[in-house]
């Protein structure tokens, strides 16, 4: 696992732990023998979960914020062994010249800045401490392409971002690793398919493994990326899409064979 002090199970903060993959991923954590922080935007704490919630709001592109919030619950809690950034924004499919530069700019400082500036609170502790773990999600747009002109950028970023990262600590025994999450059964997706602004036949068609992502599926990996057996592992991107970055480019020749 990520670091452990005096036999403690090792604290992970999970940023967006509230909704989503967030929550998912700190399930996941809190089933395999890590002590999970979740910070959200919201604040508070969800009846019956298996792990922490940082009873204030804490906006990860807000640096202050974020470094008050790290250091109290190291203070509380004990050294903070594995961050997992999760937070993020997706914004409307605009053309370019009809997205708004207030949106833009934030996606950008949640999805972008945030992660950076999480990163930059925890890795130099990690770092002091010679050893620590920290998974960045990211997404398969990331990689490829979609019309969503913020968030894309936003996340092709966070991938080169991972990378400078584990150059950056890795000699003092930090990791830094990213998930690409493919189209993942969330709320968001949950609603984007709902209003009509997404169709699942055109999700799954595409994906290798015909099918969606569940959310723990991702926090599973996730969870891989913080433990011992991926110790030899960092700097890279890990797409957990069912195959979507795969099989997409058959759709050019036909299709995947299915029949």
């Known amino acids: 696992m990520a670091d452990a002090t005096d036999g403690?199970?090792?604290?992970?903060?999970?940023?967006?732990?509230?909704?989503?993959?967030?929550?998912?991923?700190?399930?996941?954590?809190?089933g395999r023998g890590f002590r999970p922080v979740v910070f959200d935007i919201a604040g508070g704490a969800p009846d019956g979960t298996a792990w922490t919630?940082?009873?204030?709001?804490?906006?990860?592109?807000?640096?202050?914020?974020?470094?008050?919030?790290?250091?109290?619950v190291e203070e509380r809690h004990g050294p903070v062994a594995g961050l997992v950034n999760?937070?993020?924004?997706?914004?409307?499919?605009?053309?370019?010249?009809?997205?708004?530069?207030?949106?833009?700019?934030?996606?950008?400082?949640?999805?972008?800045?945030?992660?950076?500036?999480?990163?930059?609170?925890v890795g130099p502790r990690m770092a002091a401490r010679g050893g620590g773990s920290i998974v960045?999600?990211?997404?398969?747009?990331?990689?490829?392409?979609?019309?969503?002109?913020?968030?894309?950028p936003a996340k092709a970023a966070v991938i080169s971002l991972t990378a400078t990262l584990a150059a950056e600590w890795g000699p003092k025994g930090v990791r830094v690793n990213a998930v690409s999450p493919g189209f993942t059964r969330t709320p968001a997706l949950?609603?984007?398919?709902?209003?009509?602004?997404?169709?699942?036949?055109?999700?799954?068609?595409?994906?290798?493994l015909q099918r969606l992502v569940e959310p723990g599926e991702i926090g599973r990996v996730v969870?891989?990326?913080?433990?011992?057996?991926s110790s030899a592992v960092t700097g890279v991107n890990i797409p957990v899409d069912a195959g979507f970055l795969a099989g997409i480019t058959w759709q050019a020749y036909g299709g995947l064979r299915t029949g």
């Open 86 to 121: 999760a937070a993020g924004i997706l914004g409307r499919m605009h053309p370019p010249e009809r997205l708004k530069m207030k949106d833009w700019d934030r996606e950008m400082a949640v999805d972008l800045r945030g992660t950076f500036v999480m990163c930059r609170a």
């Open 8 to 30: 403690e199970a090792p604290l992970v903060i999970v940023t967006g732990g509230l909704s989503g993959i967030g929550s998912a991923t700190a399930a996941v954590l809190a």
């Open 53 to 72: 919630v940082w009873p204030d709001p804490v906006d990860v592109s807000d640096e202050d914020a974020v470094e008050a919030a790290v250091a109290a």
């Open 136 to 152: 960045n999600i990211a997404s398969v747009v990331g990689s490829s392409s979609a019309p969503v002109h913020g968030y894309a």
């Open 190 to 208: 949950e609603a984007g398919l709902q209003h009509g602004v997404l169709v699942a036949d055109d999700l799954i068609r595409g994906a290798a």
């Open 223 to 229: 969870a891989w990326l913080l433990g011992p057996d």
